[in-house]
């Protein structure tokens, strides 16, 4: 099983980015995704996460009202927005999924199977 993670970048503080998701050998519809990321010698954060269907979503507080995840199970993709990016963002972004059927998803990281590779989002001007 194998998620791939694209769309990270170097970006100027107030700018937009969105983070791509997919996976190969094996359809999403029956996960719950989530978004996590981790800065240079700080932990793993959560940063987003959304139902298997899609109704449901969370976000972390630094986050909120900025980021923005979605699904498209037709493609086998999540997706999350990140606008008014700062530099606090800066991390490294994996993308996580557990084989659950669920109407509500999890923010911690030892709930998820399986994890992508991770891309680098940096925000500096």
């Known amino acids: 099983l194998q998620l791939v993670e694209s769309g990270g970048g170097l970006v100027q503080p107030g700018g937009s980015l969105r983070l791509s998701c997919t996976a190969f050998d094996f359809t999403l519809n029956n996960f719950v995704l989530g978004w996590f990321r981790q800065a240079p010698g700080k932990g793993r954060e959560a940063v987003s996460c959304i139902s298997s269907r899609g109704g449901n979503t969370n976000y972390g507080d630094s986050v909120k009202g900025r980021f923005t995840i979605s699904r498209d199970n037709f493609e086998n993709m999540v997706y999350l927005q990140m606008d008014s990016l700062k530099p606090d963002d800066t991390a490294v972004y994996y993308c996580?999924?557990?084989?659950?059927?669920?109407?509500?998803?999890?923010?911690?990281?030892?709930?998820?199977?399986?994890w992508g590779q991770g891309t680098q989002v940096t925000v500096s001007s």
């Open positions: 996580a999924a557990k084989l659950k059927v669920a109407v509500d998803c999890s923010d911690r990281d030892y709930d998820y199977e399986e």
